[in-house]
């Protein structure tokens, strides 16, 4: 207790000697302050007035015209005022300690030289070998204030131009090593707004960096991007104009970046990566992009809520794209890991003449023309041997390119690693573009399928196609398969499929390009109507041997036709009312008609088509056999609608028949050379009443046979009455 009263007592006689002896003269010992401040930051400093008096219990000094001297390259700083509240905690630490210095409407220069060092009014703040004991006695003051002040910061390093804050105001609080600072100011108009810069940081001396760690925010509002990038040293001649808004946060940690963060809302941005480049032009663009380094040594980068809109109106979608480099065992950075969501293809193509880009990836991407929409892709190198992908996509197209087909509207997901992988496509009006296999593009209503794959150590790939359903127009059906490719050897397949429904006038838009030209152009002409209940479709072997007419493997489409109509050649009476099997076995086609098919009305018997080679000849012929039974005048409306007509001067065109025959018809049809087509025929009637016409006396009960061909008509064995009189 009497330890309490006696330093009480000595408290209180060193305030009344400080307030009534000390503070009263300290304006006369201004020559001496300004010398003892001239020490303490190695520059000379002039104080126009000093005056003092008490705040609490707290002695307060005010200043006045003060100036703190630089070099030739620096200007002075000029304090109007200077407002310091005294520390009593200035005992214990043997040096002045402030409880409070404010700073109203000073005018302060800033300078970085081209080695980097910079500089406050001529003292050197980063620079350990000449660094001043000011700024790390600014450090321990408990609070700063500056209000209304002036700052000019000259950059020489990147040689860019005087850049002046006016009205600016900061805080600085001091406490136990941290640091927390709120700073705003406003730059020249034509450059931005406001500026707005806050930090909550962690560290004892600006000589040591090192140790520092915390946390650094920045806002510029109204910034003009061509005026900005004057200051900074990055990108300055990439981006040519723009305005907007800016946000960044900076974090520290032991002197090195952790992590950056910057926000953007811009609007009427150009940019120009390279001379040689087209200038890219936004009508607006907002993102957030971070940056992270890694426990590694690596940067990972990703960004957020990517939007932007082309000057030409391509608008993208909220984007996030994101992408990780590690060093390798020699310390290169090499990517490990990528990401996209939310990316809309067309977005991102229509600036690839802007992007640089190695030659031969810009030209494979213009060529491609991407489109779509990515929900996720992620992809991630595990190490020298292993890795992994995932995908989900929506509406995906590509190009034809090269050996690889074209589609569009593909929707589906995707995972894989080095072992295999598996994927399912769903889509809608899903189309197929592939010129080096089939001669029309195709296109689908729905696509379902269930795929897997493996890639065996001795390398190819091994494909199962577990399940897959196609619908749209044309057919409705579903597939089973396994491609086996490996290397040296020919792709190996194994397809089992089946339709529902089938429309024969379409079958002609499913042929690939080794059905020759002249079958696929008489398939297109000639099976103009009727469909499928039940298709069956089976390929097995190796591909190189299609289509396994000598072995190897095995080929088949066997397809029941309903309510078929075939137009076999040119000038010939259709057939219609097909019901039958229409067959394609190795090299051959066969269409196999059942009893009950017409032709001109006439009910067929069995009618025949085939064609013997489909692949390995140049000459391919079309040979169609069938026979009816029916009216005889229906005989002769055949004869009338077929080139037979013509070959026969017409003979028959007036000529009349009542009664009923039989006929039986061979065609030859070379398909190059349909004009060369041979036909023979033959119709057996009997008891007929034939009109010839032409004034010539009416036939009664006529029986035998005609005889025709291609160019010929001829009777054979003919008996009838004639005038009431027997005749042959």
């Known amino acids: 207790v009497w330890l309490v009263l006696i330093g009480s007592i000595a408290f209180a006689g060193l305030l009344l000697t400080v307030k009534y002896v ?36 707290n002695p307060r000094l005010q200043l006045t015209d003060i100036s703190i001297l630089g070099t030739e390259a620096d200007a002075p700083l000029t304090l109007p005022r200077v407002d310091a ?30 080695a980097g060092v910079i500089y406050v ?26 209000t209304d002040a002036e700052v000019t910061w000259l950059d020489e390093k990147i040689g860019a131009p005087p850049l002046r804050l006016n009205q600016l105001n900061l805080a600085l609080h001091n406490l136990l090593g941290r640091h927390r600072v709120g700073l705003v100011a406003r730059p020249p108009r034509d450059v931005a707004e406001r500026l ?50 800016l946000r960044f946060w900076v974090e520290l940690k032991q002197g090195a970046l952790k992590q950056i963060t910057g926000d953007s809302r811009l609007r009427n941005i150009t940019l120009q990566f390279a001379k040689d480049l087209r200038i890219l032009a936004f009508r607006d663009l907002a993102s957030r992009i971070v940056w992270q380094r890694t426990r590694q040594g690596g940067h990972a980068i990703h960004t957020e809520n990517l939007r932007y809109t082309t000057a030409t109106g391509e608008t993208s979608s909220a984007a996030r794209l994101s992408l990780r480099l590690e060093p390798d065992a020699k310390g290169v950075l090499k990517p490990n890991q990528a990401e996209a969501r939310g990316l809309r293809l067309e977005a991102v193509t229509a600036l690839i003449d802007a992007i640089p880009l190695p030659k031969k990836l810009h030209d494979l ?15 991630e190198q595990l190490d020298d041997q292993r890795y992994r992908l995932a995908a989900r996509f929506h509406q995906i197209g590509v190009n034809a390119y090269g050996r690889l087909p074209g589609f569009s509207n593909l929707s589906g997901s995707v995972k894989a690693d080095q072992d295999g992988g598996e994927a ?39 494909l199962t196609i577990e399940t897959l359903k196609l619908v749209n127009a044309d057919l409705k059906g579903s597939a089973q398969g396994r491609l086996q490719l490996m290397p040296g050897r020919s792709p190996q397949l194994e397809l089992q499929a089946q339709l529902d429904h089938g429309e ?25 109507g009727g469909y499928t209940d039940d298709t069956r479709v089976s390929l097995k072997g190796a591909l190189d041997q299609f289509p396994f007419d000598r072995g190897g493997g095995e080929f088949k489409v066997s397809i029941r036709m309903r309510n078929g109509v075939l137009d076999y050649a040119p000038g010939w009476p259709r057939i219609d009312n097909i019901q039958g099997m229409l067959l394609f076995h190795d090299k051959a086609m066969t269409l196999t008609a059942e009893p009950g098919a017409r032709i001109l009305g006439i009910p067929l018997g069995k009618v025949s088509a085939h064609i013997p080679d489909l692949f390995h000849t140049w000459d391919e012929q079309l040979l169609v056999e069938g026979s009816a039974s ?46 060369e087509s041979r036909v023979g025929g033959s119709y057996r009637f009997d008891n007929n009443r034939i009109s010839p016409g032409l004034g010539l006396p009416v036939l009664e009960r006529t029986s035998g046979q005609i005889e025709f061909t291609e160019h010929s008509v001829r009777g054979q064995g003919i008996q009838t009455v004639v005038f009431r009189q027997p005749a042959q």
Not at 24 to 52: D, F, K, N
Not at 87 to 106: D, K, Q, T, V
Request: without cysteine; proline residues 6%.
């Open 22 to 57: 000390l503070l009263p003269q300290l304006g006369q010992q201004r020559v001496l302050v300004e010398q003892s401040v001239s020490r303490a930051i190695g520059r000379p400093v002039r104080i126009g007035a000093l005056a003092a008096e008490w705040r609490g219990l």
């Open 85 to 114: 509240t005294l520390s009593w905690a200035s005992l214990l630490f043997f040096e002045p300690r402030l409880a409070e210095l404010s700073l109203r409407a000073p005018r302060l220069s800033l300078r970085r030289d081209a």
């Open 121 to 146: 009014a001529g003292i050197p703040v980063n620079q350990t070998e000449a660094a001043s004991a000011f700024p790390d006695w600014l450090l321990r003051q408990r609070l700063i204030l500056v």
């Open 196 to 245: 707005d810069l806050r930090a909550d940081l962690r560290g004892s001396s600006v000589s040591r960096l090192a140790d520092w760690s915390g946390q650094i925010y920045s806002r510029v509002d109204g910034v003009d991007l061509t005026a900005w990038n004057r200051q900074t040293p990055w990108a300055q001649d990439t981006v040519q104009g723009g305005q907007g808004d």
């Open 365 to 379: 991407v213009e060529q491609l023309g991407p489109r779509g929409f990515v929900d996720y892709a992620e992809a």
């Open 424 to 462: 399912q496509i769903d889509s809608q009006a899903l189309g197929l573009d592939y010129p080096k296999v089939f001669r029309n593009p195709i296109a689908f209503n729905d696509v379902r399928s269930r795929l897997s794959w493996r890639t065996p150590r001795a390398g190819g790939i091994d």
């Open 504 to 528: 024969a006038n379409a079958v002609w838009k499913y042929l690939p390009h080794v059905i020759a030209d002249d079958t696929h152009a008489w398939l297109k002409r000639g099976l103009i």
């Open 630 to 675: 029916g009216p005889s005048q229906g005989f002769l409306d055949f004869i009338g609608a077929s080139p037979v007509l013509g070959h026969t001067g017409r003979f028959t065109e007036a000529m009349r028949a009542e009664g009923s025959g039989m006929l039986t018809l061979k065609l030859n049809l070379p398909l190059r050379r349909i004009a």
